[in-house]
């Protein structure tokens, strides 16, 4: 088995807005990520400081605790 090739920058913002905060980037977002006008870090710094992701954590916690 070989690994998958590595993804595009498309791709990339794509997989991390939908795992960190369940929802797909707004086009603006993807287009200036593709344009390599923001870096990966503050990409994911920026998702990790958003409500959603609070939410979407908050979420999984309820669930845990049946409320």
């Known amino acids: ?19 960190l905060v369940g929802l797909p980037p707004t086009p603006e977002e993807v287009a200036a990520f593709v344009a390599d006008d923001t870096s990966w870090d503050q990409v994911i710094e920026e998702l990790l400081a958003s409500p959603q992701y609070g939410e979407r954590w908050a979420r999984h916690w309820m669930d845990v605790a049946r409320y």
Do not use: N, T, V
């Open 1 to 19: 088995m070989k690994p998958s090739p590595e993804a595009d920058r498309r791709a990339l913002i794509r997989r991390a807005y939908f795992d």
